[in-house]
């Protein structure tokens, strides 16, 4: 990651993909699925606030001896959570 900015735009924008991704298919979808969708909007705005806090705050570890590294793992968290997200949203509409 070239700034902290930019990773905060890649967080915004990312979890804002899941969410209208979400709001569409909750509101083109059938009935059946609308509590699990409900649930992932509730889960990814959480989401949201706890990566934004740790870009804001970094925790460095043993794990993490710079912050580069830690942004890293940070983008990481950050990309996997989305491809799971978007992999159990395609699974509940299927």
Do not use: W
């Not at 990814?44 to 580069?68: C, G, Q, S, W, Y």
């Not at 940070?74 to 996997?80: D, G, R």
Request: aromatic share 6%.
């Amino acid at each position: 990651m070239a700034s902290k900015k930019n990773l905060k735009k890649d967080i915004v924008f990312l979890v804002d993909e899941v969410l209208g991704t979400c709001l569409m298919r909750k509101e083109l979808g059938d009935n059946k699925h609308q509590e699990e969708i409900d649930n992932m909007i509730a889960e990814m705005l959480i989401f949201r606030e706890e990566i934004i806090d740790k870009v804001n705050n970094p925790r460095l570890t043993e794990a993490h001896k710079n912050l580069r590294t830690y942004y890293r793992s940070v983008y990481q968290e950050l990309i996997t959570k989305i491809n799971e997200s978007f992999d159990k949203l395609n699974a509940l509409t299927e």
